[in-house]
């Protein structure tokens, strides 16, 4: 089985390999052809090179352009619903504030004064904004910049609850795969919370496990189920940006949720303040971008609409954290 997981993996890398060294000119070796090959597979596996232009160069006669023509930042040109959009949210926010306060900075102790004339000075300077809108490297100017290893680091942490887990549940030949399909779901939604440059689409990855585990009857992946489906989706309501497609989305929503709702027979969860707190605030956040329109500030309902879904997305990650750890320390202890 393990075999031809592998074999499934590695297939389509060597026969796009083989198709480009069949292309290749008689001028190029085959370990000069294979060599660019791999350069090019790897600039685009991984983008995050620091140079913000495209660099052109000739091997063999043939033209090559190097991975700063397909650098990637932290974040997507909208940004996805995960724990960056709150880290880039709150950066912006202490940006704006300086450059509010700084006229009356003179009534501020010395070294707030200072703080905020920094601050100020670094966003003038800052290019490009990471609310611009735009592909490519963003920086944040008063928190700490984020690097692919920071972010690889806190996504390999957020998968030790799911590693250890399915670890105890394996050493003890439990026949019942739930923790296995639930630690898969997590996984997944870890990746997506703490990922390098995530698309809005990727929640999709977390939901389509969690609803077979969902179909199953287990109370908790249901509710799991429910709030992120409904988070996820809504956040991918800025992706239709016509006004004649708001009919389209807001029935296929809604049909979809109370389909969902029905199956899963979720009339027995209950409904927390949370989950009010946050439906209220999605259909105000709706009634401003959709209904009333931002003439003038066409990012900020995008940027509201992945902080807020974000922030409902990381309680159900911290959820779902906390239950495999209990279920790990309770294998542990029997």
């Not at 083989?18 to 660019?36: F, G």
């Not at 963003?138 to 690097?147: A, C, H, K, R």
């Not at 497609?245 to 209950?270: D, G």
Request: glycine residues 6%; positive net charge.
């Amino acid at each position: 089985m393990g075999a031809a997981v592998a074999l499934v993996l590695i297939y389509p890398y060597v026969f796009l390999i083989h198709d480009q060294l069949s292309a290749a000119s008689d001028s190029m070796s085959i370990l000069e052809a294979t060599k660019i090959q791999l350069s090019q597979v790897g600039s685009r596996l991984f983008p995050f090179v620091s140079s913000n232009e495209c660099v052109a160069d000739q091997v063999g006669g043939t033209p090559i352009i190097t991975n700063a023509c397909h650098e990637r930042g932290l974040v997507h040109a909208y940004w996805a619903a995960n724990v960056w959009a709150c880290y880039l949210f709150t950066d912006r926010l202490i940006m704006k504030l300086a450059v509010r306060v700084l006229p009356a900075a003179a009534a501020l102790p010395n070294s707030v004064a200072t703080f905020f004339k920094t601050v100020v000075e670094r966003t003038v300077a800052h290019q490009p904004s990471p609310t611009a809108g735009l592909v490519g490297r963003v920086s944040t100017i008063v928190l700490p910049e984020v690097t692919p290893a920071m972010s690889a680091f806190l996504s390999l942490v957020a998968l030790l609850p799911a590693c250890v887990a399915t670890a105890c549940a394996a050493s003890q030949g439990r026949k019942d795969n739930s923790v296995f399909e639930f630690s898969l779901a997590y996984a997944s939604l870890s990746s997506f919370v703490f990922g390098w440059h995530v698309h809005e689409k990727a929640i999709l990855g977390t939901l389509l496990p969690l609803a077979l585990l969902a179909a199953k009857g287990s109370r908790k992946a249901r509710l799991l189920y429910v709030r992120l489906s409904a988070l996820g989706l809504f956040a991918l309501f800025p992706l239709f940006t016509h006004t004649r497609e708001t009919p389209t989305k807001c029935l296929i929503f809604l049909a979809y949720m109370r389909l969902t709702w029905c199956l899963l027979e979720s009339r027995h969860m209950k409904v927390s303040i949370i989950d009010c707190t946050v439906s209220a605030m999605a259909l105000g956040l709706f009634t401003f971008s959709d209904v009333i329109g931002h003439r003038g500030l066409e990012f900020l309902p995008l940027m509201l609409t992945s902080v807020m879904c974000s922030g409902g997305i990381l309680i159900c990650w911290i959820v779902c954290a906390v239950y495999l750890t209990k279920e790990a320390g309770r294998m542990l202890r029997s």
